[in-house]
T-cell receptor, first 109, second 113 residues
């Protein structure tokens, strides 16, 4: 079966750095997505990793280790607007995207 | 650009009623999909389509039908609504296969009494 684990909630301070971890067990793994979802809104794409290593995109970075079934999303210079849920999703095969339950991040002043 | 448009935004149904949730995209995307989002369970794939005339089942397809007669539209039909189908439904599209980022609509909040 497919399984994705990520923390349910995290709290961090404005201006700080936070790392959101995701572990997965899937068959036919074909890459790992991160999406951001503000309360009551649609998810929006943040990153996609298919090879091992770190991908940096502005204040956000994403890391993947396929051998360990592990990914993390790193958010730097946190802003209040970063308060949202962060969804880890594994692509299995060509078209099946399997989501974790999401990590709700609260940024405090 | 409108992107992915879902209608209606809110709907209340009685058990046993049927309904079609509409989804349209204007980005000429080949891949479209439907998800439901429930508290504590994350997004779950219902059905998807890789192009006009082609559909396939996702993780939770029971109780739902889809069709893809055009590239732009991908309606989701509830044949006989049940309280267990109360959820937020998201439609998404992407340029190609699953490795491409998906663009989500704003969602339809459906309650079944």
């Amino acid at each position: 079966g497919q399984n994705i684990d990520q923390p349910t909630e995290m709290t961090a301070t404005e201006g700080a750095i936070v790392q959101i971890n995701c572990t997965y067990q899937t068959s036919g793994f074909n890459g790992l997505f991160w999406y951001q979802q503000h309360a009551g809104e649609a998810p929006t794409f943040l990153s996609y990793n298919v090879l091992d290593g770190l991908e940096e995109k502005g204040r956000f970075s994403s890391f993947l280790s396929r051998s360990k079934g592990y990914s993390y999303l790193l958010l730097k210079e946190l802003q209040m607007k970063d308060s949202a849920s962060y969804l880890c999703a594994a692509l299995t095969g060509a078209n099946n995207l399997f989501f974790g339950t999401g990590t709700r991040l609260t940024v405090i002043p | 650009n409108a992107g992915v448009t879902q209608t209606p935004k809110f709907q209340v149904l009685k058990t046993g009623q049927s309904m079609t949730l509409q989804c349209a995209q204007d980005m000429n995307h080949e891949y479209m999909s439907w998800y439901r989002q429930d508290p504590g369970m994350g997004l779950r794939l219902i059905h998807y389509s890789v192009g006009a005339g082609i559909t396939d089942q996702g993780e939770v397809p029971n109780g739902y039908n889809v069709s893809r007669s055009t590239t732009e539209d991908f309606p989701l039909r509830l044949l006989s609504a049940a309280p267990s189908q109360t959820s937020v439904y998201f439609c998404a599209s992407s340029y190609g296969q699953g490795t491409e980022p998906q663009h989500f609509g704003d969602g339809t909040r459906l309650s079944i009494l």
